[in-house]
């Protein structure tokens, strides 16, 4: 065999080495990266979640003293834009909170995938097969708190837009010199906030758990 062709099979040969070798070396760095990101995005989504509940709170105040707000407003076209830009404002913030969760559920998949890939490349079955059941039990469970964590959002938006329907209706009905009582509407939707807060929060707490106590130690 020429030195040539030797030369270039040594090549060939110490190539696919390397590439292997950085291909195991990569491997391991995805789970501490992925448990970082995860554990960061769970006290995001918690500030985030503080953020426009005070946000929400501060709307209802606005739209609850509105009638006395007009009553004392030398303008009351201005007065009506303020409280509108004021829940345009919560409307960020529940877009916010919504991508935050989107943030969440990305960082929860990719951590099991990396978990799942680490365990899938351990050679003793028996703890390969333990590993495998208790990562699939988890996440399924945690499926479940994130699914929760969805509808919890999207009941939030929902409420937003109900209180932008009442800011609307009370327009018409300045316009028509007809100031209507709003107050009972706005008691349930604060009722409504504070229950969706409840289930955000109690999302939270398990993230965090399942972090403290299934995964930190992974």
């Known amino acids: 065999m020429s030195t040539f062709l030797k030369t270039v099979k040594l090549s060939t040969l110490l190539l696919m080495v390397s590439l292997l070798f950085v291909q195991c070396w990569k491997s391991p760095e995805k789970l501490p990266k992925y448990k970082k990101e995860f554990k960061a995005q769970i006290e995001k989504f918690e500030k985030q979640k503080d953020k426009t509940d005070k946000k929400i ?8 003293g509105i ?3 007009l009553a004392d407003a030398k303008n009351v ?4 834009n303020r409280v509108y830009t004021d829940w345009k404002r919560v409307d ?4 916010s909170l919504y991508k935050d969760y989107e943030k969440l559920k990305e960082d929860a998949d990719n951590l099991f995938n990396a978990m799942t890939e680490q365990t899938a490349s351990i050679r003793d079955q028996t703890s390969k097969s333990q590993l495998m059941s208790a990562i699939t039990k988890i ?6 708190n994130l699914k929760r964590t969805s509808v919890a959002v999207n009941k939030l938006k929902n409420l937003h837009v109900e209180a932008l329907d009442i800011i609307k209706g009370l327009e018409v009905a300045v316009a028509l010199g007809q100031i209507s009582e709003i ?20 999302s939270i707490a398990e993230s965090k758990a399942l972090y403290d106590e299934k995964i930190g130690n992974f």
């Not at 709170?57 to 609850?64: D, I, R």
């Not at 076209?77 to 009506?80: G, H, T, V």
């Not at 996440?139 to 479940?144: F, N, P, Q, T």
């Open 92 to 95: 960020n913030n529940v877009q």
């Open 139 to 144: 996440r399924a469970d945690y499926d479940v």
């Open 67 to 69: 009638e006395k707000a």
């Open 57 to 64: 709170e501060e709307g209802v105040s606005e739209l609850t």
């Open 77 to 80: 076209d201005k007065e009506f």
């Open 183 to 202: 107050n009972s509407g706005l008691q349930g939707i604060e009722d409504r906030v504070a229950d969706i807060m409840t289930d955000l929060n109690q």
